[in-house]
Antibody
Framework: EVQLVQSGAEVKKPGESLRISCKGT????????ISWVRQMPGKGLEWMGR????????NYSPSFEGHVTISTDKSISTAYLQWSSLKASDTAMYYCARHYGYSSSSAYVHWGQGTLVTVSS | EIVLTQSPGTLSLSPGERATLSCRASQSVSSSYLAWYQQKPGQAPRLLIF???TRATAIPDRFSGSGSGTDFTLTISRLEPEDFAVYYCQQYGNSPTFGQGTKVEIK
């Protein structure tokens, strides 16, 4: 069974750094892209970026480029989303999602349970 | 970037009725890279339709997708109680984007 298990909720202060994780099990981790999706409180879904775990090739939404970094450690089948300096506006639920097919242009059939990030002074 | 506009914002219907949700793109969506997701409160989204019209695994056949180019539709033929939720369209080409969502609520 394919599963994506995300790290737990975080409470941080503005300016702090953070890395959240998404561990994939039940499939070949390097065979499928992973994307990250933001959902601000009461709002819709926003695509942030994606990574090819086989070679760590990434591309980002223009809205998020330069503010977050997506990476993977294929030795432990885990993808990461990190911030170097959080803002209050980063408060949101963050989902990782595995692409259905083997290409970057593929829908997301498997989703993590979400990681709630709260940034408040 | 391709902007997806969903309509209506909210659809108020009764169980058993037909739901028709629209998703319009600001430019043509390549190769019908268009998906529909359902999200219920407190849950992650669930893939319903990809490739504009292909149902994902285990999705009931009351859900159907159609369209191409810039105009796409999700139809729920007869609403079941568990179908009341928010629905998002997504284009998953070079730089994916989501629509703002349509809430299907009980009338």
């Amino acid at each position: 069974e394919v599963q994506l298990v995300q790290s737990g909720a975080e409470v941080k202060k503005p300016g702090e750094s953070l890395r959240i994780s998404c561990k994939g099990t039940g499939y070949s981790f390097t065979s499928h892209y992973i994307s990250w999706v933001r959902q601000m409180p009461g709002k819709g879904l926003e695509w942030m970026g994606r990574i090819d775990p086989s070679d760590s090739y990434t591309n980002y939404s223009p809205s998020f480029e330069g503010h977050v970094t997506i990476s993977t450690d294929k030795s432990i089948s885990t993808a990461y989303l990190q911030w170097s300096s959080l803002k209050a506006s980063d408060t949101a639920m963050y989902y990782c999602a595995r692409h259905y097919g083997y290409s970057s242009s593929s829908a997301y059939v498997h989703w993590g349970q979400g990681t709630l990030v709260t940034v408040s002074s | 970037e391709i902007v997806l506009t969903q309509s209506p914002g909210t659809l108020s219907l009764s169980p058993g009725e037909r739901a028709t949700l629209s998703c319009r793109a600001s430019q043509s969506v390549s190769s019908s890279y268009l998906a529909w997701y359902q999200q219920k409160p407190g849950q992650a989204p669930r893939l319903l339709i990809f490739g504009a019209s292909t149902r994902a695994t285990a999705i009931p056949d009351r859900f159907s997708g159609s369209g191409s180019g810039t105009d796409f539709t999700l139809t729920i033929s007869r609403l079941e109680p568990e179908d009341f939720a928010v629905y998002y369209c997504q284009q998953y080409g070079n730089s994916p984007t989501f629509g703002q969502g349509t809430k299907v609520e009980i009338k």
